[in-house]
C-alpha cells in the first residue's frame, strides 16, 4: 500500500485523494469555530445551574 500501483502509473492516473489531507485543510477554520461552540455550552450550563 505505501508504494503506487504499477497500474496506476500505466493508466497515467492522478494519485488518489488523502482523506486525511482533505480533513487538514479546513481544520483552521473548524477548530476555532468547534472552541467557541464549546465555550459557549459551558457558560450556558454554568448561568443556568448558578
Do not use: R
Amino acid at each position: 500500500m505505501s508504494t503506487p500501483s504499477t497500474q496506476a502509473k500505466a493508466q497515467g492516473q492522478a494519485h488518489e485523494v488523502d482523506p486525511v489531507e482533505a480533513v487538514v485543510s479546513a481544520m483552521p477554520l473548524v477548530l476555532p469555530i468547534a472552541g467557541a461552540v464549546l465555550m459557549f455550552l459551558l457558560a450556558f450550563i454554568a448561568v443556568s445551574m448558578a
